[in-house]
T-cell receptor
Framework: RKEVEQDPGPFNVPEGATVAFNCTYS??????FFWYRQDCRKEPKLLMS???SGNEDGRFTAQLNRASQYISLLIRDSKLSDSATYLC??????????FGTGTSLTVIP | NAGVTQTPKFRVLKTGQSMTLLCAQD?????MYWYRQDPGMGLRLIYY???????DKGEVPNGYNVSRLNKREFSLRLESAAPSQTSVYFC????????????FGQGTRLTVV
């Protein structure tokens, strides 16, 4: 079983739409969770960390459900500039980062 | 502040040739990583290093060797390149503290023909 699993999409949404991504992780002892953004042919960059209590950064909201072992990312009022691949990342032990395969988002004018 | 720097950015190799990818970070991070990224496969860990002089295998180590030259630098060597090693290679670094993120270099696009 993979450490992290994501729906690859693609998600094609109109500007202004709300879109949600989920991912699941296999190691119930995992402590650190992140969402990264990757633009085409570029390196992954941190979008936001995911905290147990959930956290929000502008139009982006991340939540963690430990009981079901899934992480979610909600993007409100989608912009064209949000088009990218979103990677779910789990660091179970502090020394290795496990990446999902990524979910592709295209925001359409 | 350069962050994580990888060289080269692009390379074409013939099957059987060797090459070394270099990674340097200026953030004083203990951990460094080498990943490869292939379509539909996501980022897969090749090797990582927790400190100078130590390295550990990741998910896909076969065909690669690594060396943690010092705290700043971590190299990845392909001794005899194969077409299956055509990929985008990313170096990353992080501190050992739980909850801290990994920072990535810009990647090396390698084609083996």
């Amino acid at each position: 079983r993979k450490e992290v699993e994501q729906d690859p999409g693609p998600f094609n949404v109109p500007e202004g739409a709300t879109v949600a991504f989920n991912c699941t992780y296999s190691n119930s002892a995992s402590q650190s969770f992140f969402w990264y953004r990757q633009d085409c042919r570029k390196e992954p960059k941190l979008l936001m960390s995911v905290y147990s209590s959930g956290n929000e950064d502008g139009r982006f909201t991340a939540q963690l459900n430990r009981a079901s072992q899934y992480i979610s990312l909600l993007i409100r009022d989608s912009k064209l500039s949000d088009s990218a691949t979103y990677l779910c990342v789990v660091n179970p032990t502090g020394n290795q980062f496990y990446f999902g395969t990524g979910t592709s988002l295209t925001v359409i004018p | 502040n350069a962050g994580v720097t990888q060289t080269p950015k692009f390379r074409v190799l013939k099957t059987g040739q060797s090459m070394t990818l270099l990674c340097a970070q200026d953030m004083n991070h203990e951990y460094m990583y080498w990943y490869r990224q292939d379509p539909g496969m996501g980022l897969r860990l090749i090797y990582y290093s927790a400190s100078e002089g130590t390295t550990d295998k990741g998910e896909v180590p076969n065909g690669y060797n690594v060396s943690r030259l010092n705290k700043r630098e971590f190299s990845l060597r392909l001794e005899s390149a194969a077409p299956s090693q055509t990929s985008v290679y990313f170096c990353a670094s992080s501190s050992p503290h739980m909850g801290t993120e990994a920072f990535f270099g810009q990647g090396t696009r390698l084609t083996v023909v």
